[in-house]
């Protein structure tokens, strides 16, 4: 089985040093392709530096380009120029991660949204998929991305951890959504295992969100409490389950639809 990782922080500071080993042991797991998440301007060229060194023959590193949420009261005027030149580089597959983040509310909501308005009109313009962040804010992001959705290509709601309204409103706006080890936590994703079957084929893709949620059902677990795209097949494991499907059916599906909506190369 071949799986694509579309959502690794692979330059937060718990992988200084050990980013090779990261890769490594992720080949050796089965997860063949990642897309690296660019949560800030100076993080995105930071992903995409990473893409270049680590992968030179571009075939199993790519990157999104954007601004979270809670960085948007750093959005400024030169800020879409500066986005534009990252989104023009060849590795870099998405626009994102853009959206809302009423949970935290690390930047004025006000600038969250112009934030993303800004990115997904360059989306647009570029004709690029949208990498999006939600939290606690589904009504207002499906109200948002309405005024955007008809000229707009492709776009998914990154790790989806919302209730049966939201989900049924983004796939109603024909969006992909990205399952994360959110699912395999008792505590608090439960209500994911009876959703996840309401999503067709061809709009589903798996993500680690490494170095975050580390997928509580996963046995030994990592002493360092740390995430990593090599645990990805636990949370395959976990959507095969609650969807009733083989896990070498969810894989080649998942997996097809990520390579397509990052247009990536198919790998031997």
Known sequence: MQLIDIGVNLTNASFAGIHQDVLDRAEAAGVRQMVLTGTSLAGSEEALELCQRLD????????TAGVHPHDAKQWHADSP????????????????ECGLDFNRDFSPRPQQEKA???QLALAVE?????????????ERLL???????????????HCFTGEREALFGYLDLDLHIGITGWICDERRGTHLHGLVGNIPEGRLMLESD????LPRSLRPKPK??????????EVLREVARHRGESEAHLAAHTTLCARRFFNLPELA
Do not use: T, W
Not at 126 to 138: C, G, I, N, T, Y
Not at 224 to 233: D, F, K, V
């Open 224 to 233: 360092n409490g740390r995430n990593e795209p090599a645990y990805l097949p």
């Open 56 to 63: 030179p023959d571009a075939r199993r590193l790519f990157a």
């Open 81 to 96: 120029r500066h986005l534009r030149q990252l989104l023009e580089q060849p590795r870099v597959q998405a626009v994102g």
């Open 143 to 157: 109200h948002i991305l309405k005024d955007y959705r008809d000229h707009l290509g492709a776009a998914v709601v």
């Open 210 to 213: 490494a170095p975050y949620l």
């Open 116 to 118: 993303l308005e800004d």
């Open 126 to 138: 570029l004709q690029m998929p949208v990498f999006l962040h939600e939290r606690d804010a589904s």
